[in-house]
């Protein structure tokens, strides 16, 4: 057990540091100097004052020494939790601003997440082998994996907030609301927040009702679910068992899936203007804030690691075989 | 959301009988999720081919009054700018299309690549390679996705397909390394390998075929996953630059606000389009599987 936390623990160090490079690296990288265009873009009158610009922008990105000292300096500001100051909310430091929106962020992802988790592995096992409902609600189910979120963000939007009007469609809640602990206030952030986590809800649900469908049925022809059926057992044990087993590579699928996850709330929240994350990273882009862009990548890899070791920890629990080091653990 | 469906249980055994191809196309045709699937690809294949050609005007050209209901004169109306949305929809199906395949190759190829190299070889290669697919598996693929192509002056379809197939090729390697590893120490393995047969023979002679079914269904899936990749970072903002995309589309409709202005018409048909495509494909990899794999057919 000890030898596969080490291992786990070694390729999220690893990931991290690749995570930190590519982000040291891809602005070096990229044709174009992004100091010029800055200056360009903030279109200065006089050239001594564009030359003072260049001069500042230059200093700040750390461009003026060798490029492994920049390296080092990127780490060690990193380690300060210095990520430099965001140019769309200047002068706030970029740290704070994700800080802000990360737990709009997670107020919607870990309760879509679990929910859908467990209602997807719940109803694709009970509709296995039904033929009524495998041959009429999986077909609902593989088009809304298939559904970009944004679109079915976009729809429930349109169909529920403008056309029924019942839900408001933008803000984390009501503008004419200052952030207060009062029943009107947490009333409207509810009311804010059902949408897009509807949204995320149901496409996630899509894809693990499918995938437990799918492993259930092999789990239903494995010769252990054959034996356990000629001794006679009841159905309904026989599938108890084959839900465990199946859960298992669920839990597998929950890791490898995290990536997409995230970019599925990114897009909600941007359909929603909802202020999370993905708001951020559209105004980024928006007003070209490399560094507010740079900082939210990173949130994202640190975010996506400790959900794996969390998975990591849940699959030990789970499955027995990690903890007796016979194998199993293939996550 | 893909579907990891087919990393279970998928059969490999050897099976060369000669008619085993025949009695597959003969389960193909049958299946009704397989041939429905394959239907709806090629009817919207054929409009991404020929939908070009029935509009007279370019996807970005300004060339009606602006904000009209769907008509006879435009099929899918206007958008804000009076730009045909009919005319926008058939070029992006063609981008989609192109990304969906150039994306899911490129995938496939390096994953393949990977997942061989190490399953068929073993020890320290496979060592490191099982390490840097680790690796890349715990990166969230749409960040460095962000990341890369904000910083990038002109963007294309190509470059995002390129992009794309760079960082989701992890768990086809991971697959393809564990199926190479149960064949590897098959008797027609070793006999070839006794006989002297190049490593690249090997494997593609004699390991990959039996694989041959799970590989393109491998491929089905990542088509579907690059389609829906390059929708969302259409979406956010960092689409192609030239040319028109359908998660463009949904980006365009959404800046502009055809959400409070009521002009569905701008924003139903490139979802439609995304969701049917990728959608087909997963119910034919479905039907696929269930042509392949005798125990998942229906009684």
């Known amino acids: ?82 990520l430099g100051i965001s140019i769309w909310l200047f002068p706030q430091p970029v740290t704070g601003v994700i800080m802000r929106a990360v737990p709009y962020t997670l107020a919607l992802l870990i309760p879509a997440i ?39 963000a976009i729809l429930l939007a349109w169909a529920l907030g403008i056309i029924a009007g019942i839900f408001p469609i933008a803000g984390g809640y009501s ?37 437990m469908r799918n492993m259930i049925i092999y789990e239903l022809e494995a010769d ?108 | 959301m893909t579907v990891p469906s087919v990393d279970q249980g998928v059969d490999t055994k050897v099976d060369r009988v000669p008619g085993a191809r025949r009695e597959a196309l003969y389960f193909a045709l049958r299946n009704k999720k397989l041939v429905g699937g394959l239907t709806v690809v090629l009817l919207f294949l054929v409009l991404a081919v020929v939908g070009p050609m029935l509009t007279a005007h370019g996807p970005r050209e300004y060339v009606g009054p602006p904000m009209q209901p769907p008509s006879s004169e435009y099929w899918f109306g206007t958008t804000t700018f009076g730009q045909d949305v009919f005319a926008q929809f058939v070029y992006g199906l063609r981008a989609t299309f192109r990304v969906g395949i ?10 393949m690549f990977v997942g061989f190299t190490a399953g068929y070889r073993g020890g320290l290669v496979d060592e490191t390679l099982n390490m840097i697919t680790n690796v890349v598996l715990v990166l969230p693929v749409l960040a460095v996705l962000l990341i890369i192509s904000a910083y990038l002056r002109v963007r294309s379809v190509e470059v995002q397909a390129l992009i794309i197939g760079l960082f989701s090729w992890p768990w086809v390697a991971r697959a ?18 006794l006989s002297g047969v190049p490593t690249r023979r090997i494997i593609f002679g004699e390991i990959a075929p039996n694989m041959a079914s799970y590989l393109f269904m491998v491929f089905i899936l990542l088509f579907g996953g690059a389609v829906l990749f390059a929708a969302t970072l259409d979406f956010i903002g960092l689409g192609p630059t030239e040319g028109i995309s359908l998660g463009l589309m ?37 039907g696929l599987d269930e042509v392949f794999n005798p125990k998942l057919r229906e009684m």
């Open chain 2, 250 to 286: 949904l980006n365009n409709s959404v800046k502009w606000s055809a959400l409070q202005l009521g002009m569905s018409w701008w924003f139903i048909p490139p979802g439609i389009g995304i969701t049917a495509i990728v959608g087909a494909f997963y119910i034919m990899n479905v």
């Open chain 1, 114 to 152: 679990l929910l859908s988790w467990f209602a997807g592995n719940k109803f694709g096992a009970f509709a296995a082998r039904r033929k009524w409902l495998d041959n009429t609600i999986l077909p609902v189910g593989y088009v809304l994996t298939a559904t970009p979120y944004m679109w079915l």
């Open chain 1, 224 to 331: 252990y679910s054959h034996y356990l059926q000629a001794l006679g057992a009841p159905q309904r044990l026989v599938r108890k068992y084959a839900f465990r087993n199946a859960a298992l590579p669920q839990i597998t699928g929950l890791a490898l899936q995290l990536g997409v996850i995230v970019a599925g709330a990114v897009v909600t929240e941007i359909v929603f203007s909802y202020p999370g994350l993905g708001h951020l990273i559209l105004k980024a882009i928006e007003n070209q804030d490399f560094f507010l862009l740079q900082g939210a990548f990173l949130f994202i890899v640190i975010g996506v690691l400790l959900a794996n070791f969390i998975i990591d920890i849940v699959y030990v629990l789970v499955d027995p075989r990690t903890r007796t080091g016979m194998g199993g653990g293939s996550a």
């Open chain 2, 102 to 111: 150039l994306g899911g190759g490129l995938t496939a190829i390096i994953g």
């Open chain 1, 1 to 82: 057990m000890r030898r596969y936390f080490g291992r786990k623990f070694l390729i999220y160090a690893l990931t991290f540091f690749v995570a930190v490079t590519i982000n040291f690296m891809i602005p070096r990288l990229m044709p174009g100097d992004p100091v010029r265009s800055m200056v360009a873009r903030a279109g200065m009158q006089t050239p001594e004052a564009a030359a003072t610009m260049q001069e500042y922008y230059t200093r700040i990105f750390g461009l003026d020494v060798p490029i492994w000292q920049q390296y080092l300096n990127f780490w060690a500001a990193l380690l300060r939790g210095d």
């Open chain 1, 175 to 211: 503008f004419s609301l200052a952030p207060t602990l009062s029943w009107t206030f947490v009333g409207s952030l509810l009311a804010h927040w059902f949408l897009p986590f509807v949204s995320l809800f149901l496409v996630f649900f899509g894809g693990w009702a499918i995938g």
């Open chain 2, 176 to 193: 393809i390394r564990a199926q190479t590893f149960s064949l590897r120490s098959r008797d027609f393995v070793d006999l070839a390998r």
